[in-house]
């Protein structure tokens, strides 16, 4: 990926109420990676999840926020998987990165 582009970076804490979590995350990855504008996706999960997904433009972002698949998720987020969640949405102007041969 070539900068500019867009990051969101979604960081949660889950409740002890998961069922149907993880095959939701899987079904929102697949998803995702078939919108328009749509770059990439890197996770981590411990005591704390990490989502970076990464878009062409804010519109991509837009779209992609109101896809109904998306916003059931959402709602199930808010009902019963997420203790707390934060959404940020940043502008990467500049990019690099180390691979060991």
């Known amino acids: 990926m070539q ?3 867009y990051a ?3 960081t949660n804490k889950l ?8 095959e939701m995350a899987e079904k929102m990855e697949t998803l995702a990676k078939q919108q328009p504008g ?11 999840g990490i989502t970076i997904s990464y878009w062409e433009s804010l519109d991509a972002i ?5 896809q109904l698949d998306h916003q059931e998720a959402q709602r199930m987020g ?9 959404t ?5 102007e ?8």
């Open 62 to 66: 837009s779209h992609w926020k109101s």
């Open 88 to 92: 940020r949405i940043c502008k990467v």
């Open 94 to 101: 500049r990019a690099y990165s180390f691979e060991k041969a």
């Open 78 to 86: 808010k009902k019963q998987w997420y203790q707390w969640y934060t």
């Open 8 to 10: 969101v970076i979604f």
């Open 15 to 22: 409740t002890n109420e998961t069922e149907g979590y993880s």
């Open 3 to 5: 900068p500019p582009y």
């Open 38 to 48: 749509y770059l990439g996706i890197e996770h981590a999960r411990e005591a704390l």
